[in-house]
């Protein structure tokens, strides 16, 4: 591949093997434009500066060290009761940063177009090269490319760009926002004449399992003093075989963009499906004189779709209930540094649970995200803003509203609207300017924006609530007085009404919106701490008892029962929601808050705790109970899964809960004598039995027909003795960047779970790589995510483990006192 680009900053092998291949056609010049982007990520410099010493300034006094990106350099930082960005942003501090990083560009690129892309710097960001300004950017979620050719020394002479990220303001999040250049950066070089960035736009107007009908919009710039003639050629791949083509010789004027339009047909498309998420790939090739100068590369997927008043959403012709989780940004222990391994277990762990939806709340996700929805089979809801002029937090976007909002929007869409597995878009999360004329104004102009950039999804809004309905304190009905509709709900401007919560009018929604239908942005709210548990599981609690009054109550270290017995005061427990969602075709799907735990927003504590119990994954990733509920409700697989644990004081009653499918029934045993058969009734979702406890083995079996289905078991759990290593994968890739997500179990003598086992647990490692990142899920834990030692919780914790560019063996050793030490082997290559 003759065209190389040679940006040298001291790993020239990592860019060079971070480059994207594309596919090109075959009867076209070989020449390879797999380097139109390359990675930008390794050895810049920072320096966070002391808000005394330093004030606004760097100068050849500041000390700096070396880092990759994407990094956050709040989640290095130490939890902090005093952080004005309070316990609603992780209790974690922001502050002032700046990047820099030298490189050097070949001589024969100074006739070429370099940019840099930025996918997201939280926030504030201001950036120079070689001094001159390029510009500011508030937002922290979007993503933006600067134009650096003008300003480029080429050859041998050195160019530095220094980045200035302000996240001093502070409180400007109600979550954990992370501090820093987050997302991934990027080196764009190109020809004068190329595809513009998010250039191309693929639509799908007509679809059958015949013949897919394909139209396709593409931005192409000229930036060169004169006009050109070209062929734009548009080549469709499913994998690497060709599947149709269209050519069209254009005339575009110089200095000048031009919007040139295409149609082909598939025949026989292979269908996009949560099931089967197949895609393909438009391959944009420009030529000059039978030279091809540019080529692009946009994946797409092929799919039918609608929301259907009666039927809910069908997605082929075939009735899909939408069953997805609401997932912030950050990524646990590893802060809001954007790694895409992480983000793709994440994505596994909620697949395994059921899950077929994302709602990437509430900004603008980071493009791996994406991707890897659309590679997985994810139903997207890609949301915009969690404000518009009224402000939630003190500094918050708001305050850019006026000035950034269009814009901001605008790229989000040029950006995100390729990807197959967006189906809505949405305008904003419970938003304070919902109930005035305002409100209603801005989402005329924001639903205006959608549909100018894409009429191909629908647009909501997540209102709290579409309809706000009294109820009957004594007979829980809704009454029909003083119903108010929420104005923007009722300004007809939304394709799908959006309910954050109030699952109680659900049922109502034809009366209010008998033209509108439905979906649930944002559901349940329930509380759990993983491993936790009250003594008595059946009565549902409301924590606090109403969201603007401080909760005084709670348990001990700020605990949460992980029944399915707390919720918060304008959410429901997980059952409740569900069984309203799953009855009606009509209600086409839910999206739970929230799918993983998130740092910040620690519902109902405050400090101590610094994370939240919202989950129905902690923060570490390990399941809650609550989770076996889905996958028996959401999954084919076989589900029989009880708790809680079986470590509790003699004679104490303990209730035993059971979530189970395709079974009759299910009976208990206590150290083999029956403690009785329970079957789920009408619309329950679980079993109980309340028992007297006795040590030993609490042993389940299902049953159908009288036949066995399934046999689990709980044993009492001696003194710790052993730790247990577990790796999610024990081969990972040699690329500097990949993880192994190591859990790590503390078990008695027998290998059974210690399951109040809380040790603090020490790690070292040996070889090509680092350890990144530990955890155990606990919400009140103010260890360092980023530390060799944390404290497990009931019995488990995790640890992150990240390569080195050189393969090798990485082996991780875990000790804590008065247990057996364990070592674990991973290969990187």
Request: net charge neutral; charged share 25%; proline share 4%.
């Amino acid at each position: 591949m003759k065209n190389k680009r040679k940006y040298l900053s001291g790993s020239l092998a990592v860019l060079l093997l971070a480059v994207i291949t594309l596919f090109t056609s075959c009867n076209k010049n070989e020449e390879a434009f797999s380097n139109r982007k390359v990675s930008f990520n390794s050895d810049w410099s920072f320096h966070l500066n002391d808000s005394i010493v330093d004030k606004d300034t760097i100068g050849a006094a500041t000390k700096w060290r070396t880092l990759n990106v994407p990094h956050d350099w709040s989640i290095e930082g130490k939890f902090d009761e005093k952080s004005p960005a309070g316990y609603g942003g992780g209790s974690l501090n922001g502050g002032l940063g700046w990047y820099k990083k030298t490189f050097k560009v070949a001589a024969e690129d100074s006739a070429k177009i370099t940019s840099i892309t930025f996918d997201g710097v939280y926030k504030n960001s201001e950036v120079w090269i070689n001094g001159h300004f390029l510009g500011k950017r508030p937002n922290g979620y979007i993503g933006f490319q600067y134009e650096i050719s003008p300003y480029l020394n080429y050859g041998e002479k050195n160019n530095e760009i220094i980045v200035k990220v302000d996240n001093s303001k502070q409180p400007n999040s109600r979550w954990y926002s992370g501090s820093g250049i987050f997302r991934n950066v990027w080196i764009e070089t190109t020809d004068k004449l190329h595809v513009a960035q998010w250039g191309t736009y693929v639509k799908t107007p007509k679809v059958t399992a015949e013949k897919a009908s394909l139209n396709f919009e593409t931005t192409i710039q000229n930036q060169n003093a004169a006009s050109k003639k070209a062929v734009v050629t548009t080549t469709i791949f499913k994998e690497d075989t060709k599947v149709t083509s269209v050519t069209q010789n254009i005339t575009i004027g110089a200095n000048a963009n031009q919007i040139i339009k295409q149609e082909a047909q598939v025949e026989k498309p292979i269908l996009w499906s949560v099931e089967k998420p197949e895609l393909y790939t438009a391959v944009t090739e420009i030529s000059v004189d039978d030279k091809i100068v540019d080529q692009y590369k946009t994946n797409f997927g092929i799919r039918d779709f609608k929301f259907d008043l009666d039927k809910g959403f069908l997605l082929n012709g075939k009735q899909v209930k939408i069953k997805g989780v609401c997932m912030h940004h950050d990524l646990g222990p590893l802060g809001a540094a954007i790694n895409t391994r992480a983000i793709e277990r994440q994505l596994e762990i909620l697949k395994g649970m059921g899950v077929n939806g994302i709602r990437t709340s509430h900004n603008p996700p980071a493009p791996e995200l994406l991707d890897l929805c659309d590679k997985m089979g994810f139903i997207v809801m890609d949301e915009a803003f969690d404000m518009w002029k009224t402000n939630k937090t003190k500094y918050d976007y708001a305050n850019d509203w006026e000035k950034w909002h269009k814009k901001d929007l605008i790229d989000q869409l040029l950006r995100d609207r390729n990807h197959a597995s967006i189906f809505i878009w949405s305008i904003g999360n419970e938003i304070p300017d919902q109930w005035s004329e305002t409100g209603v104004q801005i989402a005329k102009e924001l639903t205006g924006i959608v549909r100018d950039y894409d009429k191909t999804r629908p647009i909501t809004a997540a209102m709290n609530p579409p309809v706000n309905m009294n109820m009957d304190e004594v007979t829980l009905q809704f009454e029909k007085k003083n119903v108010q509709v929420n104005p923007i709900a009722a300004s007809g401007v939304l394709d799908l009404i959006g309910y954050n919560y109030a699952h109680q009018t659900y049922e109502h929604h034809k009366e209010y919106f008998p033209k509108t239908p439905f979906i649930a942005t944002e559901t349940t709210s329930g509380l759990e701490t993983r491993g936790y548990y009250d003594n008595v599981s059946d009565v549902v609690k409301k924590w606090p008892v109403r969201w603007d009054l401080k909760f005084t109550d709670g348990n001990p270290g700020n605990t949460v029962s992980a029944y399915d017995q707390v919720q918060a005061p304008w959410g429901s427990t997980h059952e409740a929601t569900w069984k309203v969602v799953k009855k009606h075709d009509y209600l086409s799907g839910m999206y739970i808050w929230t799918g993983f735990d998130y740092i910040g927003e620690p519902t109902p504590y405050e400090w101590p705790s610094v994370s939240s119990y919202f989950g129905i994954v902690d923060l570490a990733g390990f399941p809650k109970d609550v989770y076996y509920m889905y996958q028996s409700e959401w999954t084919d697989k076989t589900v029989l899964h009880i708790f809680p644990h079986w470590n509790w004081k003699v004679g104490q009653t303990v209730d035993v809960w059971a979530y189970y499918n395709k079974a009759d029934e299910v009976e208990l045993f206590l150290n083999g004598k029956s403690v009785g058969i329970r079957s789920k009734k009408g619309d329950d979702l679980h079993v109980m039995w309340r028992i007297p406890y006795q040590a030993g083995t609490l042993k389940a079996v299902s049953r159908k027909n009288g036949k066995t289905v399934l046999e689990t078991e709980i044993k009492t759990a001696g003194n710790p003795e052993n730790l247990k290593l577990t790796a999610d994968r024990s081969t990972i890739k040699a690329d500097g960047n990949d993880l192994s997500f190591i859990t790590v179990d503390i078990l008695d003598e027998n290998g059974t779970l210690a399951p109040n086992a809380n040790n603090e647990i020490n790690f070292s490692l040996k070889g090509n790589g680092k350890i990144v990142g530990v955890c155990s899920g606990d919400p009140v834990s103010h260890e360092s995510y980023k530390g060799f030692k944390h404290t497990a919780l009931n019995g488990k914790c995790l640890v992150i483990v990240q390569s080195d560019i050189q393969s090798g063996r990485l082996e991780l050793t875990a000790k804590a006192k008065a247990l057996k030490s364990a070592t674990i082997v991973v290969t990187s290559e």
